[in-house]
């Protein structure tokens, strides 16, 4: 009792989150670093980079996660944006479209993918639908590497399902953080709606849209569940090739290098984040 005493209050406050991320993120990054950087002679090289990058689905693989990335997070960003916003007016069935909104949080990205996959498979709804409807004779094949399109927008809509609710929960605690005084100040001085969300909630929700970005970016970045369950490597991205130089060539080694790429794009994203997204305050300080 009296160790814990000496112990200054706010690391002990801190050491759950400290052991939580010494275990589950500073060992494992250790060891993936070591892994990456050694021959399977514990000799340090860049041959496991080297093979990475000369593989023939690298650069496939770096546009498709860069391509993903652009198309879902601005999409899911404003969806999120305007959910939040209907459902901080608090108005009669507001807290209803929060719980039907937020039913994909309790789903894993597999089992999305597995949903959306009974949608856009050759004989799934979608097909059986515009066939009932008389609009198709025969069934059109979505998920295909003759119709990459169609592909990528089959996981971008999976993605915008599955975890636009988790942006939209960000922002939602955000907005009711703003105090009414604002918006109220606003509407006295005969601000439109449009003026309004612009020049007083915008701002005001800025350090809430950086949480969310980072988060979702990251998050973004691992993105494997419906990519494997609706392309496989036809549409090669980082995390699954990670994953299929594990698993099928049985070599960690370069894994572990395409999980550091992986690190370093989700490291530059952050910092890009908080570099744009400073609010005055982080501006003034860095002056």
Request: hydrophobic residues 55%.
């Amino acid at each position: 009792m009296s160790l814990l005493r000496r112990i200054p209050l706010p690391i002990l406050l801190l050491s759950p989150t400290l052991i939580f991320l010494t275990l589950f993120f500073v060992i494992p990054l250790v060891q993936v670093s070591g892994l990456a950087f050694q021959s399977p002679d514990s000799v340090f090289t860049l041959s496991n980079f080297d093979r990475m990058v000369s593989d023939i689905y690298f650069d496939g693989a770096l546009r498709n996660t860069i391509i993903l990335l652009i198309l879902i997070i601005p999409v899911q960003l404003v969806l999120a944006f305007a959910a939040a916003l209907i459902v901080n007016q608090r108005r009669r069935g507001s807290t209803f479209f929060l719980y039907i909104y937020a039913i994909p949080l309790g789903i894993s990205d597999l089992a999305a993918g597995l949903i959306w996959l009974s949608i856009f498979t050759e004989r799934g709804y979608l097909n059986s639908i515009l066939h009932n409807l008389g609009i198709l004779e025969r069934p059109l094949i979505f998920l295909s590497s003759m119709t990459p399109k169609w592909m990528v927008a089959a996981i971008v809509l999976t993605e915008v399902w599955r975890a636009t609710p988790l942006v939209m929960v960000i922002l939602l605690s955000g907005l009711q953080m703003i105090a009414k005084d604002y918006t109220e100040a606003a509407e006295t001085f005969g601000c439109t709606w449009w003026q309004k969300v612009r020049y007083v909630i915008l701002p005001l929700l800025k350090p809430s849209i950086q949480s969310a970005l980072i988060m979702r970016t990251m998050l973004a970045f691992q993105m494997f569940g419906p990519i494997l369950v609706l392309a496989g490597r036809q549409l090669p991205v980082f995390a699954s090739e990670s994953y299929y130089w594990y698993t099928t060539v049985r070599n960690p080694r370069v894994a572990a290098a395409y999980a550091l790429m992986l690190m370093a794009l989700s490291v530059v994203a952050t910092f890009l984040y908080l570099l744009l997204l400073r609010t005055k305050d982080e501006q003034v300080g860095v002056m």
